[in-house]
């Protein structure tokens, strides 16, 4: 037995979404008389983040749709927009298959597309076959009769038809190939010998990393200079995940936002900020996505060592600090991503305050920032902007007495504040008085709130350790992954 290829359709082979075009298609043929609500929006949805259960709850009622339709009307339609889909075909596609097809395997569209709209797409590409969605028929009038011939190719039901083709063609999943990009796929991706993940939505960007699947990019290849393929680092997937970092995807938070204007649109940048919760990364993520930019933070090394969001971390290219060695090679990392003209961001604070000390109006701060300012400044000859982001509300979120944020919360979720501030001027040697200097022009851009709250309550206090404090904080050690 061999080993086949099969390959998802949409973000895919395709670089975006094929909907819009087979939309318009039936329309332009009068199969469909109107867009349906939010069309749009949805397909827009799909193109940003891939598919969603809404988007295949809607797919599903396709067959009930096209009941009474002529099927050759509809195959005419998609002969018409199959050279607009050509067009879409990612780069790269092509020497994929040239490939698999000197190694002798099958290449096969695997996609929840009815088979009559994706046939005459698969055929100019030269594909051996398809595995699709196909539409019940009424033979007496060739029309569609408002049922599913075989399964709904999606999730678990793409794999059944991919199986149930193997099994009839003599091919053997474990040495075969898939290629996708949604998180849906993976019972697909997880039954064949050699998964691949192409353009992964942000699900799958997490379970790729789990599963240590390899991520490729079908799109044309870009220039990397040698020193970004030495560092290891994988902006594109950091890039992409910043895409879809948008407060849609936290209802549980209402951010407001100012001042991202103040981040340089290119060139090197230290973003420093104050640390009050463990969403305060997520939030700076938040107001990064609204630039063109890409960041990598220093983190510490529990972030790294935790599954999942560990190798996650890395593949985005954050910098490991671990405070126990007292090495400077996580600053100098830093430098080095300065010097290639990243922002990189850090909290001076190290750690979050715990307890009464999380209520002091007065910022203390470690000297690291301070640090890196000085040592990009040397390396590079030129002072290199320290950009201050006040943070305030993150707590509300994600208080440091809980063990995850509170996403149920979507009721009246709190307001997070991102506030930018203008670039700090510093002595750049001077690491006691440029970090006091940071601290302040942190503190400046917090909200009078954080100037007069006055005595913290007992709750308040609570609220400000960790799960299951229960003494000293200089005792209490707290294991989990990215708690301080």
Do not use: C
Not at 89 to 103: D, I, M
Not at 298 to 324: H, N, S, T, W, Y
Not at 444 to 458: A, N
Request: charged share 20%.
């Amino acid at each position: 037995m061999t080993g086949a290829a099969f390959f998802d359709l949409d973000r895919t082979l395709l670089v975006g979404a094929s909907g819009t075009v087979f939309s318009k298609a039936m329309r332009e043929a009068g199969l469909l008389t109107r867009s349906f609500p939010g069309e749009s929006l949805l397909y827009g949805l799909f193109n940003r983040i891939g598919e969603t259960l809404p988007s295949m709850a809607l797919a599903r009622q396709g067959a009930n749709l096209a009941k009474g339709r002529s099927r050759k009307l509809v195959q005419q339609a998609a002969e018409g927009v199959a050279d607009a889909l050509m067009a879409m075909v990612q780069p790269l596609a092509a020497p994929l298959f040239e490939e698999h097809r000197a190694a002798g395997r099958a290449i096969v569209l695997a996609t929840t597309t009815p088979y009559d709209l994706v046939k005459p797409l698969a055929d100019r590409l030269g594909l051996d076959d398809v595995v699709a969605t196909r539409y019940g028929v009424d033979v007496d009038d060739d029309t569609y009769n408002g049922t599913l011939d075989g399964p709904f190719v999606w999730s678990a039901g793409k794999l059944a038809a991919v199986s149930e083709w193997a099994t009839r063609n003599g091919v053997q999943l474990a040495e075969s190939f898939a290629y996708s990009d949604s998180v849906y796929d993976a019972p697909l991706l997880s039954a064949v010998g050699n998964p691949f993940v192409v353009n992964p939505d942000p699900r799958m960007v997490l379970m790729a990393a789990a599963r240590r699947w390899p991520t490729i990019s079908l799109a044309a290849p870009t220039a990397v200079s040698d020193k970004r393929k030495r560092q290891g680092t994988n902006m594109d997937l950091q890039r992409l995940a910043l895409s879809v970092t948008h407060p849609f995807f936290f209802p549980f938070a209402k951010f407001r936002i100012e001042g991202t204007e103040n981040i340089p649109e290119a060139g090197a940048a230290i973003l420093v900020g104050n640390h009050r919760s463990y969403f305060d990364a997520a939030a700076i993520g938040v107001a990064i996505a609204r630039t063109e930019r890409t960041v990598r933070f220093l983190g510490k090394k529990e972030v790294f060592d935790a599954p999942v969001l560990g190798q996650l971390a890395a593949a985005m290219g954050g910098i490991r600090v671990d405070r126990g060695t007292g090495s400077d090679e996580p600053l100098q990392a830093a430098a080095d991503a300065l010097a290639n003209g990243d922002l990189v961001a850090i909290m001076p604070q190290g750690t979050i305050p715990r307890g009464k000390a999380f209520y002091k109006p007065v910022l203390k701060g470690r000297w690291g920032a301070a640090r890196l300012a000085a040592l990009a400044n040397e390396s590079l000859n030129e002072p290199v902007p320290v950009i201050p982001i006040g943070l305030w509300g993150t707590e509300k979120v994600w208080p440091r007495s809980a063990r995850i944020p509170n996403v149920l919360n979507l009721v009246t979720p709190p307001t997070v504040t991102i506030t930018v501030g203008e670039p700090i001027t510093l002595a750049y040697g001077d690491v006691e008085a440029d970090t006091a200097t940071i601290m302040q022009a942190i503190m400046d851009l917090l909200p009078e709130e954080s100037r007069t709250h006055g005595k913290p309550t007992k709750q308040e206090i609570a609220l400000a350790l960790p799960p299951g404090y229960k003494g000293d904080h200089k005792k209490e050690k707290d294991r989990r992954p990215g708690h301080d």
